[in-house]
C-alpha cells in the first residue's frame, strides 16, 4: 500500500518522542525508498509523525502486507500554500509528476490541515475553493486516488470560539466529502484536544499519535 500523506504539522514529524516501524514500512524520498522511522524525510519537524503507527496498523489488521510512505507536510502552513498559485503547489505537482513516472500511484491521499486556517479566519466557500485545486492536482494528472480528509481545526490560539475549533473550516471539510465521491471523511482530530493527547496544545503526544492513527485506519477501512 502507498500513503501519500500531507497538510500541515500534525501531517508532518512534530509529535512528540520517534517511532521505529514493526513492519515492513518504507519512506520515499526523491525517488528512492528508505527503510522507514521518524522522523519521516520529506516532512518537516524532527519528532514523531503520525504514518509510521499507522502504517504498523493497517499492517497489524491485515489490510495490507507492506507500506510505502510519500510524506510532504510542512509545519504552520495555510491551505492557500498547497493551492494552485501557493508557494508549496510546485512542490505537490512535481512530487505527483515523479511518482506517476516512477509508477507508484498512491492508494490513498490523506490530508491533515486546517489548524493555522483556524487562526486566519478563512472562510468556508474559500477553504473548498482552495482545496478543489489541490483535489485537481492530482486529477489533472490522472491520479485517481481516494483522497482522505480529516475534520482538523483545533488551535489553542482560538479558544475564544469556546472549545478551539473552527465550524466553518470543519464544515467545509464535510462538505468536500459529501460533494465529491472520491473524498472521503478522515479522523476528527479536534475531539483530541486534551492535554494528554496534546502536551504543548497543538502537536500530538504518544497517546494522541495513537489515537490519530486509530482513526485513519477507521476511515480507511470505510472505503477500502
Request: glycine share 10%.
Amino acid at each position: 500500500m502507498v500513503l501519500f500523506t500531507f497538510g500541515q504539522s500534525n501531517s508532518a514529524n512534530h509529535g512528540v518522542g520517534k517511532y521505529q516501524p514493526e513492519h515492513q514500512v518504507y519512506n520515499y524520498f526523491e525517488g528512492r525508498l528508505y527503510p522507514s522511522s521518524d522522523p519521516l524525510i520529506g516532512a518537516t519537524g524532527y519528532g514523531a509523525s503520525v504514518w509510521n503507527r499507522l502504517a504498523d496498523k493497517l499492517i497489524d489488521e491485515k489490510i495490507t502486507t507492506k507500506v510505502t510512505l510519500v510524506p510532504i507536510g510542512v509545519g504552520g502552513v495555510e491551505i492557500a500554500a498547497w493551492a494552485k498559485g501557493g508557494y508549496l503547489y510546485d512542490k505537490l505537482t512535481q512530487t505527483i509528476a515523479q511518482l506517476k513516472e516512477q509508477g507508484l500511484i498512491p492508494d490513498y491521499i490523506l490530508w491533515h490541515q486546517g489548524e493555522t486556517d483556524n487562526i486566519k479566519n478563512t472562510s468556508k466557500e474559500e477553504y473548498i475553493r482552495q482545496f478543489e485545486t489541490i483535489r485537481e492536482a492530482f486529477r489533472s494528472q490522472g491520479i485517481e486516488s481516494p483522497i482522505g480528509i480529516a475534520i482538523a481545526s483545533y488551535h489553542p490560539e482560538c479558544i475564544d470560539s469556546e472549545d478551539g475549533n473552527d465550524s466553518q473550516i470543519r464544515e467545509a471539510q464535510q462538505a468536500l466529502c459529501k460533494k465529491y465521491s472520491d473524498l472521503f471523511i478522515g479522523p476528527d482530530t479536534d475531539k483530541l484536544n486534551k492535554a494528554l493527547h496534546r502536551p504543548d496544545g497543538v502537536h500530538f503526544s504518544h497517546i494522541g499519535l495513537d489515537a490519530h492513527a486509530d482513526g485513519w485506519v477507521k476511515a480507511i477501512k470505510k472505503v477500502r
